[in-house]
Nanobody, 120 residues
């Protein structure tokens, strides 16, 4: 199977920055698209940013210009640099990966989430 492990969350003041990381491991043949989602209390999970295997990126309007997604295919890792944080960015951030396994089965996998809390 495939496991995703996030890190880098924490408590930060408004205007601060964090760098979230997500490492994929397991029976990986190829990692296709990767992305970061977030879920605030009482709200639905929403897409924050995504990146294709060719490194084309897409961002939610609310984070454009402040967040940057990138990936290192040699390390099976996706990053999310989050700058100019606002209290409304407070949420659990989840990593997602669309993975083709060594059995040539393709599925979506999720990490356990990392908490980002922005104080005003």
């Amino acid at each position: 199977q495939v496991q995703l492990v996030e890190s880098g969350g924490g408590l930060v003041q408004a205007g601060g920055s964090l760098r979230l990381s997500c490492v994929a491991s397991g029976s990986i043949f190829r990692i296709n698209g990767m992305g970061w989602y977030r879920q605030a209390p009482g709200k639905q999970r929403e897409l924050v940013a995504s990146i294709t295997i060719g490194s084309s990126t897409n961002y939610a309007d609310s984070v454009k210009g402040r967040f940057t997604i990138s990936r290192d295919n040699t390390k099976n890792t996706v990053y999310l640099q989050v700058n100019s944080l606002k209290p409304e960015d407070t949420a659990v951030y989840y990593c997602n990966a669309h993975v083709t396994t060594t059995l040539l089965l393709t599925n979506d996998y999720w990490g356990q989430g990392t908490q980002v809390t922005v104080s005003s």
